[in-house]
């Protein structure tokens, strides 16, 4: 599955940051698939689409979950190396960005946004914009002065894991939780727990319907922001394919 060129990544900077330091610090299981993301490297199961999503464009892990040469680079880059290995890494993946802005270490708030202006989902520009800032920032390509801290407005904080048999459950904390302050306002920090019957692969569709508001009502704004989600999540986990041979007998 191949993500469209217009779409850029919006998820949690505490996430890709943490997962980055991971892999550098003692790797990644190969595949990294949603189970390895929410049972061992502690992603909320509502975040793991858009981590996915963000690895992928990031060219760190392949459409199947394998990291990829890029992320070996990445791993083995010492210190003096990390920054520039990791510049490299978001001029090619943000080309389109870095295309639009002259000069990143100068630019200002506006010019920044006004670069993901045409991307997808419209109604996140404001939290690509912040992982953006927050990656280039890692990287030492702009000052921490342009990657403001913004509080959440925090709707419900649950944990939970994906169901693996043999393995006894415990609780992960939440990416947002921990980091109210790298995401966009009313931003959704955790999932109630998922259903558990019912196809496993699709487990992390039944948590993402839960998160529906509980009083039947949302803004003509989170409706789309929903939507942009789910639709981002099925696409993470049901490839398209141009037949299908029909298994009944």
């Known amino acids: 599955m191949q993500l469209d060129t217009d779409i850029i990544?919006?998820?949690?900077?505490?996430?890709?940051?943490?997962?980055?330091?991971?892999?550098?610090?003692?790797?990644?299981?190969?595949?990294?698939?949603?189970?390895?993301?929410?049972?061992?490297?502690?992603?909320?199961?509502?975040?793991?689409?858009?981590?996915?999503?963000?690895?992928?464009?990031?060219?760190?892990?392949?459409?199947?979950?394998?990291?990829?040469?890029?992320?070996?680079?990445?791993?083995?880059?010492?210190?003096?190396?990390?920054?520039?290995?990791?510049?490299?890494?978001?001029?090619s993946a943000y080309k389109d960005v870095f295309y639009k802005i002259s000069d990143i270490s100068t630019a200002s708030d506006d010019e920044i946004s006004n670069a993901f202006r045409l991307f997808r989902p419209t109604s996140q520009k404001e939290r690509m914009?912040?992982?953006?800032?927050?990656?280039?920032?890692?990287?030492?390509?702009?000052?921490?002065?342009k990657t403001p801290r913004v509080r959440a407005k925090v709707r419900f904080v649950a944990k939970t894991q994906v169901p693996n048999s043999g393995e006894k459950k415990h609780d992960n904390h939440d990416e947002d939780d921990e980091d109210k302050s790298s995401i966009a306002p009313n931003e959704e920090v955790g999932v109630r727990p998922p259903r558990t019957s019912g196809n496993s692969r699709y487990q992390l569709l039944h948590g993402f319907v839960d998160t529906l508001p509980e009083d039947g009502t949302w803004t003509a704004e989170e409706h789309k922001s929903w939507l942009d989600a789910i639709v981002a999540l099925t696409n993470f986990l049901v490839k398209e394919v141009e037949t299908k041979q029909d298994n009944h007998l």
Do not use: M
């Open 9 to 91: 990544p919006y998820a949690s900077p505490q996430n890709i940051k943490a997962l980055i330091s991971r892999l550098r610090n003692r790797g990644w299981n190969d595949p990294l698939d949603s189970t390895e993301l929410v049972n061992r490297l502690d992603i909320p199961i509502g975040s793991v689409s858009r981590v996915s999503i963000a690895l992928r464009f990031l060219k760190l892990i392949d459409e199947d979950g394998h990291p990829t040469d890029t992320a070996k680079r990445l791993r083995e880059a010492d210190e003096e190396e990390y920054a520039q290995v990791l510049g490299d890494l978001l001029k």
């Open 129 to 145: 914009v912040t992982l953006f800032k927050a990656l280039c920032q890692e990287a030492g390509l702009i000052p921490e002065s």
